[in-house]
């Protein structure tokens, strides 16, 4: 049995079985034994591959986006370049080395801003960044960020905060728990609490016991708080992650450990654990604020800022491997089949603005 398990296990004897959202929070950011607190999770060696770990492309892109915004918001002085769960910091790296290119003047008036829940993970960035992070600042809470415009970006953040889960019993809507068996095992239980009929999806009337809904109060109240910035100090954000644009009946929670689903009770602290990102209560959020929520697809997304054209500059002049090796990162980031469907891109922006490829249609 693992640390982290013997020490849920002993709080749950102590107090009651415990919610989905805590048992995620415990397995993600325990300070002793948490997932981003001790492990090296991205990477072909670590647990899984984000996009910015599949090419720089991403990264790149990510960063035309964002200066496209600045431009696109009246190229305010003073902007705070920002990035959320900045991971092992490979993105932040690519865009800076991008903005460097594309705006020097851009880059040296601009706070750069890495915001990060796990030390160990801070450190990390540092590495990666170099001597590049001379000029960053790490903080823990959007609440630090410094006064200015903000530019801020944040890849699969949202999927990393916790969900709450209900399920469907005999006596109705409860919330779905974490326990112990009688063999001493965590277990799911109904717990008592319920949830308000409101805040239920579309069929929940009909659906059969068992069935599962997710709610996300953490996500909201961080997208809120982004929001609340943008709206006062005006900028944009930009959120790629993987989810569904329609609230529905379903339990999306899983684990990921050596690039394959683990259940997700087996190894806390030792795998990922991430529920899929509910698109529409995120731009509610933002949208509470006055603001445009819009999204798309990664893939139309990363073809209509030029990824294609970006692979061949990319390639040109490369060996037949590194071109082969960039075609599959294309593949693989906005193809159909692999990230281009099911991560989908969000894009906060002030009301009146409209940043391409999105379009006020979207
Ligand atoms: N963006 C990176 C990493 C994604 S994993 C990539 O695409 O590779 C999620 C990241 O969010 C980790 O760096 C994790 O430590 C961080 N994180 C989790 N909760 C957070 C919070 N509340 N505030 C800031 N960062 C958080």
């Given at each position: 049995m693992s640390e982290l398990k013997r020490k849920i296990a002993r709080l749950i004897e102590a107090a009651g079985p415990i919610s989905v959202a805590d048992y995620m929070s415990l397995c993600l950011l325990d300070p002793e034994h948490g997932y981003?607190t001790t492990?090296?999770?991205?990477?072909?060696?670590?647990?899984?591959?984000?996009?910015?770990?599949?090419?720089?492309?991403?990264?790149?892109?990510?960063?035309?986006?964002?200066?496209?915004?600045?431009?696109?918001?009246?190229?305010?002085?003073?902007?705070?370049?920002?990035?959320?769960?900045?991971?092992?910091?490979?993105?932040?790296?690519?865009?800076?080395?991008?903005?460097?290119?594309?705006?020097?003047?851009?880059?040296?008036?601009?706070?750069?801003?890495?915001?990060?829940?796990?030390?160990?993970?801070?450190?990390?960035?540092?590495?990666?960044?170099?001597?590049?992070?001379?000029?960053?600042?790490?903080?823990?809470?959007?609440?630090?960020?410094?006064?200015?415009?903000?530019?801020?970006?944040?890849?699969?953040?949202?999927?990393?905060?916790p969900?709450?889960?209900?399920?469907?019993?005999?006596?109705?809507?409860?919330?779905?728990m974490i326990g112990l068996d009688?063999?001493e095992q965590l277990a799911f239980v109904?717990?008592?609490?319920?949830?308000?009929?409101?805040?239920?999806?579309?069929?929940?009337?009909?659906?059969?016991?068992?069935?599962?809904?997710?709610?996300?109060?953490?996500?909201?109240?961080?997208?809120?708080?982004?929001?609340?910035?943008?709206?006062?100090?005006?900028?944009?954000?930009?959120?790629?992650?993987?989810?569904?644009?329609?609230?529905?009946?379903?339990?999306?929670?899983?684990a990921?450990?050596?690039?394959?689903?683990?259940d997700v009770l087996a190894h806390p602290g030792e795998a990922?654990i991430?529920?899929?990102?509910?698109?529409?209560?995120?731009?509610?959020?933002?949208?509470?604020?006055?603001?445009?929520?819009?999204?798309?697809?990664?893939?139309?997304?990363?073809?209509?800022?030029?990824?294609?054209?970006?692979?061949?500059?990319?390639?040109?002049?490369?060996?037949?491997?590194?071109?082969?090796?960039?075609?599959?990162?294309?593949?693989?980031?906005?193809?159909?089949?692999?990230?281009?469907?099911?991560?989908?891109?969000?894009?906060?922006?002030?009301?009146?603005?409209?940043?391409?490829?999105?379009?006020?249609?979207?």
């Amino acid at each position: 049995m693992s640390e982290l398990k013997r020490k849920i296990a002993r709080l749950i004897e102590a107090a009651g079985p415990i919610s989905v959202a805590d048992y995620m929070s415990l397995c993600l950011l325990d300070p002793e034994h948490g997932y981003y607190t001790t492990r090296e999770p991205f990477g072909e060696k670590g647990d899984f591959i984000t996009a910015p770990e599949v090419s720089q492309m991403f990264g790149e892109l990510v960063a035309v986006w964002l200066y496209s915004a600045w431009k696109a918001c009246g190229a305010p002085a003073a902007p705070v370049l920002a990035e959320i769960g900045p991971g092992r910091g490979t993105m932040m790296a690519d865009m800076l080395r991008t903005l460097e290119r594309l705006d020097p003047s851009f880059l040296s008036d601009a706070k750069l801003i890495l915001i990060e829940a796990s030390a160990r993970l801070s450190k990390v960035q540092r590495e990666t960044l170099g001597q590049r992070a001379e000029n960053c600042t790490w903080i823990a809470d959007v609440g630090d960020l410094p006064e200015g415009p903000l530019f801020i970006a944040g890849n699969e953040l949202f999927d990393a905060l916790p969900v709450r889960q209900y399920v469907k019993t005999a006596q109705g809507w409860r919330e779905r728990m974490i326990g112990l068996d009688d063999k001493e095992q965590l277990a799911f239980v109904a717990g008592a609490g319920s949830l308000e009929t409101s805040l239920l999806p579309e069929g929940a009337d009909n659906a059969r016991e068992g069935a599962i809904v997710e709610i996300a109060p953490a996500r909201t109240a961080m997208m809120q708080r982004i929001a609340e910035a943008l709206a006062r100090r005006g900028g944009a954000g930009l959120f790629p992650d993987y989810g569904y644009e329609k609230p529905a009946i379903g339990d999306t929670l899983q684990a990921l450990r050596a690039h394959a689903y683990d259940d997700v009770l087996a190894h806390p602290g030792e795998a990922d654990i991430t529920a899929h990102v509910d698109f529409h209560a995120l731009k509610q959020a933002a949208k509470s604020h006055g603001l445009s929520a819009r999204t798309m697809s990664q893939g139309d997304f990363l073809l209509g800022l030029g990824l294609l054209e970006r692979a061949g500059r990319l390639g040109a002049g490369r060996s037949h491997g590194e071109q082969e090796a960039i075609r599959d990162a294309v593949e693989r980031l906005a193809g159909p089949e692999t990230m281009g469907e099911l991560f989908r891109v969000l894009a906060v922006t002030p009301s009146t603005v409209t940043v391409p490829p999105f379009t006020s249609a979207h």
